[in-house]
């Protein structure tokens, strides 16, 4: 089997040209809504974590994105905190990095307005 070579650079490269394109401000019932889709399972503890997050924000601004390869991003930038899943493979929050990367795709949108 020959090696795959695995380029996390152009990687991150696609993923934030994904995120600039789809990302958008998301309502509390949206993301209800993205929660019954990704999170069909009343007993994952991310369905639980998700719905509190939003309930814990309902408040603040929500912003969805997705990337090429099928993650879904959700960030919350008044408490700089976000998760990312990825149907039937993963889920997590987001790190510093991740945070940040948001925050930037978010400023460059705003001032393309």
Avoid at 16 to 36: F, N, P
Avoid at 98 to 103: A, Y
Wanted: with cysteine; charged share 35%; aromatic share 10%.
């Amino acid at each position: 089997m020959p090696f795959e070579t695995f380029d996390l650079e152009q990687i991150t490269r696609e993923r934030r040209e994904s995120i600039a394109k789809t990302i958008r401000v998301a309502s509390v019932d949206e993301l209800k809504k993205l929660c019954e889709q990704i999170f069909p399972y009343i007993d994952d503890p991310w369905r639980e974590a998700f719905l509190e997050f939003v309930a814990e924000n309902r408040h603040a601004t929500f912003h969805h994105a997705n990337t090429s390869d099928g993650v879904h991003v959700l960030y919350c930038r008044e408490k700089d905190k976000g998760m990312w899943f990825k149907p039937g493979v993963g889920k997590g929050p987001l790190q510093e990095r991740g945070c940040k990367t948001m925050e930037q795709v978010i400023e460059r949108s705003r001032s393309v307005d």
